[in-house]
């Protein structure tokens, strides 16, 4: 909305400073919840610029993803990353992801024939149930031997069952997800907002190839895209021209190599090469 970064940085934060100041204030004693809440009510009044500009941040951001064909939640979180600072967004849509994976547990993900499934969840699972161990270790600690007030154990009880969903929805996110491969087309994917599509036709060799990154999951680099499970990936896949690769909340980039994991490279290279011999 503005072309200024910094200044567009500094209005995102503000709605955030005001309210943080004025905890800091009932915090010290400053002032009493009822006045804090008045002085947060008037200023975010005063910034009401600000949040409509937001607001249409949001809408525009929203609608550009849905032209690029994500669905409403991959529109929602381009949307989040328009308006709120990054480090802000970042959370938020991680809890969100997290929280809207839940129902995929009792849902089975329906596949064309002729699609073969690469598993890449990676260490995943194996995060997922650490876990849920410790949060249920701490579950039953919070109930049987925390001393104190009666209030102190249900709230450890509470923070104990969020992390257990978490683990779950994190599961479900990342772990029962995987990449996708027919005759046609090869769908490279990452959670619920990473999911890049490329013409089988246009690919010209496949191997394994391990490889570690320091940037985040999801990266093009000297036109190489990089789809990385937990910094790391080991299938390498080499196109005759670029193609290109499209993004819910960005222009689309054309590159000539796509990177990712896959939880067993050699059986996904021996997949994708399988339907590339079958591919018209």
């Known amino acids: 909305m503005l072309r200024n970064p910094r200044v567009a940085a500094l209005l995102r934060w503000l709605p955030f400073v005001v309210i943080a100041a004025n905890l800091l204030l009932?915090?010290?004693?400053?002032?009493?919840?009822?006045?804090?809440?008045?002085?947060v009510v008037v200023l975010e009044v005063c910034l009401l610029g600000v949040v409509v500009a937001e607001f249409a941040a949001i809408r525009i951001a929203?609608?550009?993803?849905?032209?690029?064909?994500?669905?409403?939640?991959?529109?929602f979180m381009a949307g989040l990353d328009a308006c709120l600072p990054p480090s802000v967004a970042f959370v938020v849509k991680q809890e969100l992801?997290?929280?809207?994976?839940?129902p995929r547990l009792f849902r089975r993900e329906s596949r064309a024939e002729g699609v073969t499934s690469v598993r890449s969840g990676g260490p995943t699972a194996a995060v997922a149930l650490s876990m849920s161990v410790l949060a249920l270790s701490g579950a039953v600690l919070a109930l049987l031997f925390v001393g104190g007030p009666g209030w102190l154990r249900w709230v450890l009880f509470a923070v104990a069952v969020y992390f257990v969903l978490y683990a779950?929805?994190?599961w479900s996110l990342h772990g029962r997800q995987g990449h996708l491969v027919s005759e046609r087309f090869l769908r490279v994917r990452h959670g619920a907002n990473a999911d890049f599509a490329f013409p089988t036709s246009e690919v010209v060799s496949a191997r394994v190839s391990r490889s570690a990154h320091r940037g985040g999951p999801v990266s093009v680099d000297e036109g190489t895209l990089t789809v990385s499970v937990f910094g790391g990936t080991n299938v390498v896949v080499d196109f005759g021209v670029p193609v290109p690769a499209?993004?819910?909340?960005?222009?689309?980039?054309?590159v000539t190599a796509v990177r990712f994991h896959a939880d067993s490279p050699e059986e996904a290279v021996r997949v994708l090469v399988g339907h590339l011999d079958r591919s018209p």
């Open 97 to 102: 992801l997290v929280t809207l994976a839940l």
């Open 62 to 75: 929203y609608r550009r993803a849905r032209s690029r064909g994500a669905s409403r939640t991959q529109a």
């Open 246 to 254: 499209r993004f819910f909340d960005r222009e689309e980039e054309h």
């Open 26 to 39: 009932v915090l010290t004693g400053v002032v009493d919840l009822a006045r804090a809440a008045i002085i």
């Open 168 to 170: 779950l929805g994190l």
